[in-house]
Each structure stands twice: as C-alpha cells, then as structure tokens.
C-alpha cells in the first residue's frame, strides 16, 4: 500500500534522514518511533507531499506523490485541526468540500464519520465544548472524511485520560480491521505495544530496528526479566555476572536479563546470601528494546 525507498533529507548541512526505508500494508497498524528529532515529522511531511526528499521514493500503490495520490492520504496531526467555532458536522462538511467531495458526498461522510468515532450525537455541539477525548476524535474524524487509504496518527493521545486514550485505541483497532492502513506515531510505548502490529524505531533519521513485537524481542537475549530491589547493588550485579546474566538500569530499576523462564524461588535461590527487599518477573517489553536500540547498546540488523 505505501512503500518508503532509501528516503534521504538534509536541511542545509544538517542530514535529517538517512536511506530511511519502511512499508504498510492495507489493515495494518505500523508504529513509527524515535526520541524527538529523530525525524518523524520530517517522514511525515515527506509523505503528505509537504517537501520533497532529496533522494529516495514514496510511492503509493506503486504511484509516486502526486496532487492525485494526497487523497488517498489523511492526516490527525498531533495539535486538533478543526474550527472551534463550528459544530462537528460543519467541521466535517468544509474539510469534505476542500477534497472536493459534493454537497451530497459531504453530508454522507459527514454522518459515516461522526458515527464511526461515535459522536453521532454530538453533530450539532461546538467543536470546543467538547471534551478532549472527544476532540481528539472529532480529529480523527476529519482525517476520514474523503476515506482515504492510509492515515497518519501522530501523537493521537497525547494528553488525554485514561478512558479518552481507551476510547481512542478502540478506534484505531476499528480502522485497522476495515482495511485502512495507519502510521502512528508515539512515545507511549504501551500504546505501540498494544495497537501495532510492526513498529520501526529510528534515531538521527535512521532506522535501527523494525519487525514485530515478537521478531523485536529475538534481539535482547532473555526470556524474562527480573526487576530486583537491593540495598547491595554492587553485590547483586557482581553475582549476576557469575551467573552469566546481563543487567541493566532502567531508571532506577536494577533489571536482570534472565536466559530462561525462571520461578521466583529459583531467583531468590540464585542471589542467595545477598539482602534482596523485592523481586518482580516480566516479560521483555517494548521499552525495554526501544533503550537497547535508542541508546546504541545492541546492534540492530534491519532489512532496507
């Protein structure tokens, strides 16, 4: 559906994208994820037609970018794009008009569109005294109105509550399984977790990491980690090196990379004689790769 092909960008002497290469097919969720600057926005501009790369191809369903091929596109910025002053429906009906849709085709998608992020009832409120879970679908909803192929979620939950988030998500996955592409972009790492289903990390414009949750996890060599809570760190990790375990310090977590499933009895047993206060098992998670990546301690094999 979109193919991105070895896309380059420098402005001036500052070279933002690097030979950056990725691909989504209809119905599937793709997490695009990196630390600010790492060029996200500038990808997204690339192919919303908004500049040109200096080297590399966009295409979709194999045509290059073209005044055509921006309908097949739509965008929910990470700021809402609505008028404040107009209601949900006019909001619709004026972004309908600047596709070129119809009286007729407006009113239709305008009335497809509120339902389909379920503010059906909400058509006639002011596009500001809604709630922000509900502007942000209100966005979202602009974004859909010429139906378009492949949509462009950046940030779609940045500071909304629980249920809005939820809310939201559940749109998403409604989008996903009526065929339409989506490129989302966060730094939740949960909500990549939940809703993609590959994800490409990328640092300084290039991109470091790319597959499934599954394929991504093959890279960190461990099948759970344990979180351990320790007044004797130094001894801890001193021990976990015998052993043959990495460790890692995710904040102030210390994390110990376990080679296998392991019951906490079976920990404990390991880091006998040493005062442990807390011990908790998980899985490999997301935010743990995403560090190893982001932060150039393991080398990631990509496929361009």
Known sequence: MLEVRKICKSYGKK?????????????????????????????????????AADRGLVTMNGQKPSVSTRSLIGVAP???????????????????????????????????????????????SIAETLSGGMQRRLSMALALVHQPQLVVLDEPTTGLDIEARYEVWELIRKLSSQDTAILLTTHMLEE????????????????????????????????????????????AIA?????????????????????????????????????????????????????EVTQNITSFPVNN
Request: hydrophobic content about 40%; glycine content about 8%.
């Open 15 to 51: 070279q933002v994208l690097h030979d950056l290469s990725f691909a989504i097919q209809s119905g599937e969720v793709y997490g695009l994820l990196g630390p600010n600057g790492a060029g996200k926005t500038t990808m997204i501009s690339i192919l919303c037609g908004l500049i």
């Open 78 to 124: 990470q700021d809402n794009i609505f008028y404040k002053s107009l209601t949900c429906e006019e909001n619709l009906r004026f972004f309908g008009q600047l596709y070129g849709l119809n009286n007729q085709a407006c009113q239709k998608q305008a009335h497809y569109c509120l339902e389909l992020v379920g503010l059906s009832d909400r058509a006639q």
């Open 192 to 235: 990549a977790e939940r809703l993609c289903q590959r994800i490409g990390i990328i640092k300084k414009g290039n991109l470091l990491a790319e597959g499934s949750l599954d394929e991504l996890r093959k890279y960190i060599p461990a099948q759970e980690i344990a979180i351990i809570c320790t007044p004797t760190e130094n001894l």
């Open 239 to 291: 021990r976990a090196i015998e052993l043959g375990f990495d460790y890692r310090h995710y904040g102030r977590d210390l994390a110990f990379w376990l080679p296998r499933a392991m019951e906490l009895k079976e920990i404990l047993e390991c880091f006998e004689g040493i005062k442990i206060d807390s011990i908790m098992r998980q899985p490999v998670r997301l935010e743990n790769i995403y560090v």
